[in-house]
């Protein structure tokens, strides 16, 4: 049971995976619309939190709106329905699963729920809170559709330490850092972390992974404006790309005070190590 079916886009999804399907929608136009995109499914004029069913042996969803009158919110007390009453109503269900900015704080994520973090391309898309049966309570997982990679928190983690920039460095996605993996994904590569606050990885090997960027380490520079503007000319390297872990300056902030070099293509990776503000010129590698 989709309890907020608007349209029908995963009410949809779920008829064509061959489940059983009712829609519930608030808004009569979006109910009719729902039921001439899902002709599937069955669709109800209701609300989330009271809906015409039982859903004591049903899977329910809830992808509860951001928007407010003015803007989105990001406040889920904010949402509609407010994310409290929605944990409720999902957690009343046999099992299901709630919507959430991939950003959601996770002091309002239910106890016990397994939670996805889903990535397409290098835009987060949301967080899927999975309560109930079929779940394992506490999981954590990153999920990259576009590479149809997943890794979750029951996988081996690296030692503790850190290291220093070796030959390559590693530069987790999204998905991975937001679902609190990076030491998961570092046994996965046999690398180690550069700094035990920032997400970066370094290692031996040249390893390729749909979850990490991959780089060949070129240079390890402490970081000023005039130190970084002098070796980049000197060895003709063009900052074709600047990433930022745990750094104070914008990008495009960064990529204007350096200005116009003509070289090679290069990547910046701007971070904090050690409480040092430091840049590793890296070549992006690609698997052939």
Partial sequence: ADLTCGIGGDLGACADAGLRTIGVERDPVTALLA????????????????????LAGVAAIIDPSRRGRLARTFDP?????????????????????LKAPPGIDRRYLPPGAEVEYVQ???????????????????????????????????SPEAPAGTAPA????????????LAGLVRQLASRLGARLLDERVGYLTGPVAVFD??????????????????????????????????????????DELRRLIGRIEGDAVTLLCTTLNGQKTVIVGRRLVQR
């Fill in 35 to 54: 039921a001439s995109n899902v002709p599937g499914a069955s669709v109800v004029q209701g609300d989330a939190l009271r809906p015409p069913l039982d």
């Fill in 77 to 97: 007390m904010a949402f509609a329905p407010p994310w409290d009453l929605a944990v409720s109503q999902v957690a009343s269900a046999r099992a299901g699963v």
């Fill in 120 to 154: 397409l391309g290098r835009s987060m898309r949301e967080a899927s809170v999975w309560v109930g049966a079929e779940t394992s309570p506490g999981l954590r997982r990153a999920v990259l559709l576009s590479g149809n990679a997943t890794l979750d928190s029951a």
């Fill in 166 to 177: 070796g030959p390559f460095v590693f530069d987790p996605e999204s998905c991975v850092t």
């Fill in 210 to 251: 749909p979850l990490c960027a991959t780089f060949a380490t070129l240079d390890v520079i402490p970081f000023s404006i005039s130190r970084l503007k002098e070796r980049l000319r000197n060895l003709r390297w063009a900052p074709a790309e600047i990433r930022r872990r745990a750094f104070p300056i914008e990008p």
